[in-house]
């Protein structure tokens, strides 16, 4: 557990974040319901509201909590309780993509777990231990890898939204300030929505209950029958889309792969491309051998495939909970120290989280650290660290003692900045009116 006089450091320099910036990321704050959390606890406390951004705003500062929510909800009285009685009116939708959700490699280098039991200890994200079963302790951490391919669904699920369901307007996008991405959609046609409606959307969203036959892919007569370019929508047009789009561009070993058939098979069949084109806009693919049951095997493996590596991985409960609350954006992440920077969604392609929601100073200070592996922030490698006093720039000093992983040493030797490749670039790249403190 960190020591109070870490907490009490950590809490006066998040107050002074909130006292140089003005948080006003919340529309219609009024009608929000608000919680909060204290170190370690991401939320202790909910039900409250606020008269106005300002209102908010003072409470930030003088309270100084080290997370905060709101209701993607609007109430008519959101500080009552229970819930019926807050009088529910409407509420945008928020997808929530986290690393944790996300089987990355990079997981594999910086995550480790330890066996409440034995003590058995070893990297990577283990559940159960190898040797005696027990259950295990778990500590992650994020890269610039594992940010990334979050990154990625959120691009994918904005497309989604664009394509598939038209929702151009009133979507925000902001770094969750640890894990990932958070989007919230407010348009006034996503607000009306109703509970089942939001189910079927997280449902298309993340491919539950897909039938191929349903969607018009049915083996029959010997052949893989397909729907028709001009009529078909939604996951049908998905799957035909990139299975024309793999087919044009000749990507024979990835075919192979998804089908689980030879390379040389499917160049083969690749040479008469324009023949197997013209199948698919008469309603059905290419046979791939003269057996036909590995025709079929091969065509179902294939479209599964091809719906996993389309879908999206998000957290349902996020997006189907009325009652959930959520980070507000701007916001300091108590366990990180980094703000949930929101940002425009043009800008989500070159958005860089563990650089651009840097919020503290390169000014050195002086931390103990239990154990940190190799991590990058900033722009810069730190560690790996093993129960061993160091000087850190603030920002990352803040970083490992908000994560509980170090905590704030008693001598501090103030002296010139430590790090003078990093520079301040939150502002600019954000777009938001934030200072360096
Ligand atoms: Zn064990
Ligand atoms: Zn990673």
């Not at 960190?2 to 002074?16: G, H």
């Not at 409440?116 to 079963?133: D, F, I, M, Q, T």
């Not at 006034?188 to 969203?205: C, M, P, S, T, Y």
């Amino acid at each position: 557990m960190a020591e109070q006089k870490t907490i009490d450091f950590l809490r006066k320099k998040f107050s002074s974040f909130y006292r140089e910036n003005f948080i006003d990321s919340v529309p219609e704050i009024e009608r929000r319901e608000f919680g909060y959390g204290e170190y370690g606890k991401k939320i202790i406390a909910r039900h409250y509201s606020f008269g106005s951004a300002k209102e908010f705003n003072s409470f930030l500062r003088e309270k100084t909590p080290f997370y905060v929510s709101y209701s993607p909800a609007f109430y008519d009285f959101p500080d009552k309780r229970p819930m019926e009685r807050k009088k529910y009116l409407k509420s945008d939708i928020i997808y929530e993509f986290d690393a944790d959700d996300l089987k990355t490699e990079c997981k594999q280098k910086h995550d480790s777990w330890k066996c409440r039991e034995c003590k058995a200890e070893g990297k990577g994200l283990v559940e159960r231990c190898p040797s005696c079963g027990s259950a295990t302790e778990t500590t992650e951490w994020v890269c610039d890898e594992c940010l990334e391919a979050t990154k990625k669904q959120t691009l994918k699920l904005i497309n989604f939204l664009e394509n598939d369901f038209n929702f151009t307007e009133g979507i925000s996008v902001n770094f969750s300030g640890g894990k990932g991405y958070h989007l919230h959609l407010r348009s006034e046609k996503i607000q009306g929505l109703n509970a089942n409606a939001r189910i079927e959307l997280v449902d298309f969203l993340t491919a539950q209950e897909i039938d191929l036959e349903q969607l018009g892919f049915v083996y029959s007569n010997k052949k893989m029958l397909c729907p028709m370019e001009s009529t078909a929508f939604g996951w049908s047009k998905k799957i035909l889309f990139s299975l024309k789009n793999m087919i044009e561009k000749d990507e024979a070993e990835k075919i192979a792969a998804l089908g689980n058939a030879r390379v040389s098979t499917i160049k083969k069949i690749l040479e008469k491309k324009e023949l197997v084109l013209k199948g698919m806009q008469n309603g059905f693919l290419f046979p791939v051998t003269r057996a036909d049951d590995s025709s079929k095997n091969f065509w179902e493996s294939l479209l599964s495939n091809l719906v996993e590596k389309e879908k999206l991985f998000l957290d349902r409960q996020t997006s189907v909970d009325l009652a959930k609350i959520i980070r507000v954006p701007n916001t300091i992440h108590g366990s990180t120290g980094l703000t949930a920077t929101e940002f425009e969604r043009e800008k989500l392609m070159k958005f860089n989280p563990l650089k651009e929601s840097i919020i503290f100073s390169t000014n050195p200070l002086k931390v103990f650290v239990r154990t940190a592996p190799k991590f990058s922030l900033g722009g810069e490698n730190f560690g790996p660290f093993e129960e061993q006093e160091t000087d850190l720039p603030e920002f990352a000093a803040i970083y490992l003692m908000a994560r509980n992983s170090a905590n704030l040493s008693e001598k501090q030797t103030f002296g010139k900045s430590l790090s003078k490749k990093f520079s301040p670039a939150f502002s600019e790249k954000a777009g938001i009116e934030q200072k360096r403190i």
